[in-house]
Nanobody
Framework: QVQLAESGGGSVQAGGSLRLSCVASGYPYSLSCMGWFRQAPGNEREGVAIFNRNIDTQYADSVKGRFTVSTSDANTGPAANVLYLEMNNLNSEDTGMYYC??????????????????WGKGTQVTISS
């Protein structure tokens, strides 16, 4: 069973930066699709950034130019299953619970609005103005 563990959330002022990390365990190969999602109180969960291994990265329009998704230097095997989200120039609309998610299926199935097989418990990000 794949398990995902997020870290790096916290409280910062608007304009600040945070770096989230996600470590996946329990899968002996590199996961084809990993991503970050977030949910603010009263809102539906939304896709923030997707890492479609060896294919592309995708970002929500609201975070383009401010957020960067990346993985570890390893590209194969379980060592590759570490996902980062560098978040800069944060604003109050970025406040929410951030979840790491993953799927063994990449390619066209790996999308911001696609289905993910595994989810972490989330890390809270709070931006104060």
């Amino acid at each position: 069973q794949v398990q995902l563990a997020e870290s790096g959330g916290g409280s910062v002022q608007a304009g600040g930066s945070l770096r989230l990390s996600c470590v996946a365990s329990g899968y002996p190969y590199s996961l084809s699709c990993m991503g970050w999602f977030r949910q603010a109180p009263g809102n539906e969960r939304e896709g923030v950034a997707i890492f479609n291994r060896n294919i592309d990265t995708q970002y929500a329009d609201s975070v383009k130019g401010r957020f960067t998704v990346s993985t570890s230097d390893a590209n194969t095997g379980p060592a590759a299953n570490v996902l980062y989200l560098e978040m800069n120039n944060l604003n109050s609309e970025d406040t929410g619970m951030y979840y790491c998610a993953a799927s063994i299926w990449g390619g066209s199935a790996c999308r911001l609005n696609g289905n993910m097989d595994y989810w972490g418990k989330g890390t809270q990000v709070t931006i104060s103005s």
